[in-house]
């Protein structure tokens, strides 16, 4: 009985971050990746549905709402290696391009933000029902909350959004950006944060990771190195900085 009770955990495979947080992500959990412009958010999501497909043979999906998905696989090809292209072919992973012109995400669209964030629920329900992802990568967040003005709707609006993933047992990594204290509003409703940063020393700027929250696990509270090689992402267990 007691086994039952103790959720089964989803590991981000990326190294070193499973052990800050205990095992990985609750499996069925919104996890929040947020940080500024190039902390490495993309490639945070990108590495933790592509390591999915390769390594546990899992079906993923990707949500792009910022830019066409062309440019990250693009990306990921020419940076990592990673050959999205290959595994969109065999149907092991599956994108939901928000550019698509039906939902297209710009400043000039006619209809209503509350409006546009039920489309977005609605295709993404379906397309879930559909697919049955165990991984779900969305990037990035903030195209769809920005123009909402009342924090009492924006709460709202991200529960309802989080719920979906929920609802249907999808482990989801969503990113963020820090513009507008959005990163906030949307750290508030995830089941973890987990924060990516640059830490300025004399000699340079050095990446950081650090786990903010974790709903109903302990997680290691450092600030610790985050590296990005040409094999992906990992987590050194050392401070984003050299003593001295």
């Given at each position: 009985?007691?086994?039952?009770?103790?959720?089964?955990?989803?590991?981000?495979?990326?190294?070193?971050?499973?052990?800050?947080?205990?095992?990985?992500?609750?499996?069925?959990?919104?996890?929040?990746?947020?940080?500024?412009?190039?902390?490495?958010?993309?490639?945070?999501?990108?590495?933790?549905?592509?390591?999915?497909?390769?390594?546990?043979?899992?079906?993923?999906?990707?949500?792009?709402?910022?830019?066409?998905?062309?440019?990250?696989?693009?990306?990921?090809?020419?940076?990592?290696?990673?050959?999205?292209e290959k595994l969109v072919d065999e149907g092991k992973i599956v994108f939901v391009d928000i550019t698509?012109?039906?939902?297209?995400?710009?400043?000039?669209?006619?209809?209503?933000?509350?409006?546009?964030?039920?489309?977005?629920?609605?295709?993404?329900?379906?397309?879930?029902?559909?697919?049955?992802?165990?991984?779900?990568?969305?990037?990035?967040?903030?195209?769809?909350?920005?123009?909402?003005?009342?924090?009492?709707?924006?709460?709202?609006?991200i529960d309802d959004v989080f719920g979906v993933f929920r609802k249907h047992d999808a482990t989801t990594v969503i990113s963020v950006g820090t513009m507008f204290d959005l990163d906030?509003?949307?750290?508030?409703?995830?089941?973890?944060?987990?924060?990516?940063?640059?830490?300025?020393?004399?000699?340079?700027?050095?990446?950081?990771?650090?786990?903010?929250?974790?709903?109903?696990?302990?997680?290691?509270?450092?600030?610790?190195?985050?590296?990005?090689?040409?094999?992906?992402?990992?987590?050194?267990?050392?401070?984003?900085?050299?003593?001295?």
């Open positions: 009985m007691g086994e039952k009770e103790i959720p089964e955990r989803i590991e981000t495979k990326i190294p070193g971050l499973d052990e800050m947080l205990n095992g990985g992500f609750f499996k069925g959990t919104v996890n929040v990746v947020s940080g500024g412009s190039g902390t490495g958010k993309t490639i945070f999501g990108a590495q933790f549905i592509y390591k999915g497909v390769i390594e546990n043979d899992e079906k993923v999906m990707c949500i792009i709402t910022s830019e066409e998905s062309r440019s990250i696989v693009r990306e990921m090809k020419t940076s990592f290696g990673w050959d999205f698509d012109p039906a939902l297209r995400l710009q400043k000039s669209v006619e209809i209503a933000p509350s409006e546009l964030i039920k489309s977005f629920k609605k295709l993404v329900e379906s397309k879930i029902e559909e697919i049955k992802p165990q991984r779900v990568f969305v990037d990035s967040i903030e195209a769809l909350f920005l123009a909402i003005e009342s924090n009492y709707k924006l709460r709202t609006l906030k509003m949307v750290e508030y409703g995830a089941d973890s944060v987990i924060q990516l940063g640059r830490v300025k020393t004399k000699e340079a700027f050095h990446r950081s990771i650090y786990v903010m929250k974790m709903r109903g696990s302990k997680t290691s509270n450092e600030l610790r190195a985050l590296n990005i090689s040409d094999s992906g992402m990992s987590v050194l267990p050392t401070p984003p900085y050299s003593e001295g």
